[in-house]
């Protein structure tokens, strides 16, 4: 079993990686592998699958931008839907963010700042402010955001891939990199490099490059080798409730956005044609960079979540917790941007930090480039990218300013 590249994960990241570097090296010989029965159902099936390009960072606006500009030409093969991202703003936050917000071009960026009487002709909100929860002062309308199947996506990547001749390899759960010579007993002068991967069955499988795109449990692999990859797990939680009727959040029927609140990190993904929505929370402090407990905790959604929720909308008296579900983000902490990094012979594509859906596209080509050892990549909207900006010794990223 050798091969010219074998990718592990077969996630977003990974199947998006396969599939740019297949269609640069038809010739090539590549195996994409997963410990899962088919591609995407790691983290990828857990998330939102919210898609957005408003970021103050430029990196993250290109990567995003350009990887949203693919998946509108994909449309339904990927569930697409332009639903649009309301993100909401108290008075404080308004003035800590507004300079930063005005940086970015609205016409470029499609984006429209809305006052409450814009805000009110699309929720039905409570904009007072009371306790631990801010006043609602400002909004910003996102046009070019919505929502995707993340699976479908992931799933699109990796047909395409196998229609070009890509190997797959599911069920296929690696447990060990053998590295050449003798463990733990390397002299200065010897080459080290990955000699063959090896799965729970003892089957050994071999490549002159080895790409590791398995996002949360990228720590886990990489750090018994001694290499500091710098993406950690983190839990994130997502309850869906169900809600007696639309109207008792929206205004107007037709304008369904995702939202995010301005307590707490909430945000909202509204399913109207299933009378749900979908609410998450981005905590930070207190919640451990492990993969200690995988089971949601209604507790939490009770203590963080509902309060927020009921505050803000309070027409929606009867919420109905109806499913729940966990995962991991792999973070690259602290700019939460990918990364894409070289040692020897493996490279890894992770630290999506919680919108790998988002910028799958950008991140699979420009770490097909980096395997090919090109200075720069084309993104889907014609932008040239360095390579190196999102290396670890060459890195190049903003800080981005707003945060959820
Ligand atoms: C609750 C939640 C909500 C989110 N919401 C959003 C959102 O709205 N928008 C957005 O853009 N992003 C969102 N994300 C983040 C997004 O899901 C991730 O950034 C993205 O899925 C990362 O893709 P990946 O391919 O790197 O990881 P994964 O999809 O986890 O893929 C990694 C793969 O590696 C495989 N693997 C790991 N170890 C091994 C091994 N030893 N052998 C074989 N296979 C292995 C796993 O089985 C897995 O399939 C969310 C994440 C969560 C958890």
């Given at each position: 079993m050798s091969f010219d590249y074998i990718t592990i994960g077969a996630g977003v990241i990974g199947s998006s990686t396969a599939y740019y570097l297949k269609k640069a090296l038809p010739g090539s010989r590549i195996l994409l592998i997963d410990?899962?029965?088919?591609?995407?159902?790691?983290?990828t099936a857990k998330s939102a699958a919210l898609y957005r390009n408003?970021?103050?960072s430029r990196t993250s606006r290109m990567l995003a931008g350009s990887s949203i500009k693919y998946y509108i030409g994909l449309g339904d093969k990927?569930?697409?839907?332009?639903i649009g991202y309301l993100w909401l703003f108290s008075k404080d936050q308004w003035t800590v963010s507004q300079k930063t917000i005005e940086r970015i071009d609205p016409l470029e960026n499609k984006f429209e700042i809305l006052g409450r009487s814009g805000i009110g002709e699309i929720l039905r909100i409570n904009y007072r402010e009371k306790d631990h929860f801010p006043d609602i002062h400002a909004g910003i309308f996102c046009h070019l955001c919505g929502s995707l199947s993340a699976m479908a996506l992931a799933q699109y990547y990796a047909t395409e891939f196998k229609s070009m001749g890509g190997e797959v390899s599911f069920n296929t759960d690696i447990q060990k990199f053998n590295l050449t010579g003798q463990k733990s007993r390397y002299a200065p002068w010897d080459e080290v490099h990955v000699d063959g991967i090896v799965d729970r069955e003892g089957n050994t499988y071999r490549a002159k490059e080895y790409i590791v795109?398995?996002?949360?449990w990228t720590h886990g692999l990489l750090a018994p080798l001694?290499?500091?990859?710098?993406i950690l797990p983190k839990k994130r939680q997502l309850f869906a409730l169900k809600i007696e009727n639309p109207a008792q959040l929206l205004a107007d029927p037709a304008r369904r956005p995702a939202i995010i609140l301005p307590a707490g990190g909430v945000y909202i993904k509204p399913v109207i044609d299933r009378n749900i929505i979908i609410a998450g929370c981005a905590d930070e402090?207190?919640?451990?960079?492990?993969?200690?407990?995988p089971e949601p905790d209604p507790l939490y959604f009770h203590s963080a979540i509902e309060p927020v929720i009921k505050h803000y909308?309070?027409?929606?008296?009867d919420l109905t917790l109806s499913l729940k579900w966990a995962g991991y983000y792999d973070y690259h902490w602290p700019d939460m941007t990918p990364v894409i990094e070289s040692v020897a012979n493996i490279t890894w594509v992770g630290?999506?930090?919680?919108?790998g859906i988002m910028k799958a596209d950008a991140v699979g080509r420009i770490a097909a480039a980096r395997l090919q050892g090109h200075d720069e990549t084309v993104l889907a909207d014609g932008a040239i990218f360095k390579?190196?900006?999102?290396?670890?010794?060459d890195r190049e990223v903003e800080k981005e300013e707003l945060i959820i």
């Amino acid at each position: 079993m050798s091969f010219d590249y074998i990718t592990i994960g077969a996630g977003v990241i990974g199947s998006s990686t396969a599939y740019y570097l297949k269609k640069a090296l038809p010739g090539s010989r590549i195996l994409l592998i997963d410990r899962n029965h088919t591609a995407g159902a790691g983290n990828t099936a857990k998330s939102a699958a919210l898609y957005r390009n408003f970021f103050s960072s430029r990196t993250s606006r290109m990567l995003a931008g350009s990887s949203i500009k693919y998946y509108i030409g994909l449309g339904d093969k990927v569930k697409l839907d332009q639903i649009g991202y309301l993100w909401l703003f108290s008075k404080d936050q308004w003035t800590v963010s507004q300079k930063t917000i005005e940086r970015i071009d609205p016409l470029e960026n499609k984006f429209e700042i809305l006052g409450r009487s814009g805000i009110g002709e699309i929720l039905r909100i409570n904009y007072r402010e009371k306790d631990h929860f801010p006043d609602i002062h400002a909004g910003i309308f996102c046009h070019l955001c919505g929502s995707l199947s993340a699976m479908a996506l992931a799933q699109y990547y990796a047909t395409e891939f196998k229609s070009m001749g890509g190997e797959v390899s599911f069920n296929t759960d690696i447990q060990k990199f053998n590295l050449t010579g003798q463990k733990s007993r390397y002299a200065p002068w010897d080459e080290v490099h990955v000699d063959g991967i090896v799965d729970r069955e003892g089957n050994t499988y071999r490549a002159k490059e080895y790409i590791v795109a398995t996002g949360a449990w990228t720590h886990g692999l990489l750090a018994p080798l001694g290499i500091a990859s710098g993406i950690l797990p983190k839990k994130r939680q997502l309850f869906a409730l169900k809600i007696e009727n639309p109207a008792q959040l929206l205004a107007d029927p037709a304008r369904r956005p995702a939202i995010i609140l301005p307590a707490g990190g909430v945000y909202i993904k509204p399913v109207i044609d299933r009378n749900i929505i979908i609410a998450g929370c981005a905590d930070e402090l207190g919640q451990p960079f492990l993969m200690s407990d995988p089971e949601p905790d209604p507790l939490y959604f009770h203590s963080a979540i509902e309060p927020v929720i009921k505050h803000y909308f309070p027409d929606l008296r009867d919420l109905t917790l109806s499913l729940k579900w966990a995962g991991y983000y792999d973070y690259h902490w602290p700019d939460m941007t990918p990364v894409i990094e070289s040692v020897a012979n493996i490279t890894w594509v992770g630290g999506t930090s919680g919108s790998g859906i988002m910028k799958a596209d950008a991140v699979g080509r420009i770490a097909a480039a980096r395997l090919q050892g090109h200075d720069e990549t084309v993104l889907a909207d014609g932008a040239i990218f360095k390579v190196s900006r999102l290396s670890l010794r060459d890195r190049e990223v903003e800080k981005e300013e707003l945060i959820i």
